[in-house]
């Protein structure tokens, strides 16, 4: 048995062996490289056992197939088989930069922390369609600062895209809860209820694919919406007026033809509101990715983000409370 290491890399994965290579690739460029990795195969069809065997002479790996349950237990299941002190999560799709476990060095050593979390971006090497749903999922215009896009550390909970904690945390809050939707916030609270203490990492990034089209991406945030609101359900005081923005914008929109044809200055005011607003998106988008396609993606990205996650926050806060 080799050496016992100080990161245990936990990654869930299902139906995705080509993604889970490029983030497999990433990490044998990591400059610190105590860590083991766990692949979690979630009761894939397209497995990524033969993916996995390829790192074993570049990486302290593991591969393990289960039945399908979800994201949340396959993290469980990793934690169960683990070593090291800390647990990290990222998601399949995610590539991590070559710095990352440097810069979480840095900050665990100056603030001493139990847990953390860190930001996503889009890669150059992404499609524009997926640097554009890169950059709404992480801009404060749209669902960026709901997510913790800013820097609200006092508030921050870590999304399990990219997160870590000790085995202490661990072994006292026993891990995710919920299968799948919001499974990291749920924890997350837990977390800090616990009085664990969880940092922002804003160096520590990752480069996150997101989906591969409009019609998926739709389906993701729908359900990320559906997830807050099953949150609240357990934690009433963690649904913040800000969890209603997508919910408003939604009726906002779907009320402008309404307004149009029945109160036409209150409809051209709505309408002015909706440029200016998605003018501000567009360009946000263009300082930050240096790319007019990019930009101009942006647009439709964020609306059906807006829109997906309030149809999914409505019918979440409509149907019944999550099983735990």
């Given at each position: 048995?080799?050496?016992?290491?100080?990161?245990?890399?936990?990654?869930?994965?299902?139906?995705?062996?080509?993604?889970?290579?490029?983030?497999?690739?990433?990490?044998?460029?990591?400059?610190?490289?105590?860590?083991?990795v766990i692949v979690v195969d979630d009761g894939s069809r397209d497995t990524s056992r033969e993916v996995s065997e390829r790192y074993v002479p570049k990486l302290s790996i593991q591969y393990f197939f289960k039945p399908n349950s979800g994201p949340g237990p396959s993290r469980n299941f990793g934690f169960e088989h683990a070593r090291g002190s800390y647990l990290v999560m990222f998601d399949s799709d995610c590539i991590v930069p070559e710095d990352y476990f440097e810069w979480v060095e840095k900050y665990m050593e100056k603030y001493r922390f139990d847990a953390w979390g860190g930001p996503d971006r889009g890669h150059e090497s992404f499609t524009s369609l997926q640097r554009a749903m890169a950059f709404t999922m992480s801009s404060f215009l749209t669902t960026g600062g709901i997510r913790?896009?800013?820097?609200q550390a006092a508030a921050f909970q870590p999304r399990s895209f990219n997160m870590g904690v000790s085995r202490a945390v661990w072994e006292h809050t026993g891990g995710f809860r919920f299968d799948r939707s919001a499974e990291d916030i749920e924890w997350s609270i837990r977390i800090r209820r616990a009085g664990f203490k969880i940092h922002?990492?804003?160096e520590a990034f990752v480069y996150h694919k997101r989906r591969t089209d409009f019609a998926q991406f739709f389906q993701q945030v729908?359900?990320?919406?559906n997830g807050r609101a099953q949150v609240g359900k357990v934690y009433p005081a963690e649904v913040k007026p800000t969890h209603w923005f997508p919910a408003v914008f939604l009726t906002g929109l779907m009320a402008i033809p309404f307004l149009l044809l029945l109160a036409p200055d209150w409809g051209e005011l709505a309408v002015l509101l909706l440029t200016v607003y998605l003018m501000a998106i567009f360009t946000d988008a263009l300082i930050k990715t240096h790319s007019i396609e990019v930009a101009f993606?942006?647009?439709?990205?964020?609306?059906?983000?807006?829109?997906?996650?309030g149809i999914g926050f409505i019918k979440g806060m409509l149907g019944s409370r999550h099983a735990l």
């Open positions: 048995m080799s050496a016992i290491p100080k990161y245990s890399i936990i990654i869930p994965v299902y139906n995705r062996p080509d993604e889970l290579k490029e983030l497999l690739d990433s990490l044998t460029r990591q400059t610190f490289r105590n860590f083991e913790g896009g800013g820097n922002l990492i804003p729908r359900q990320f919406g993606l942006s647009i439709p990205s964020s609306i059906i983000q807006l829109c997906g996650y």
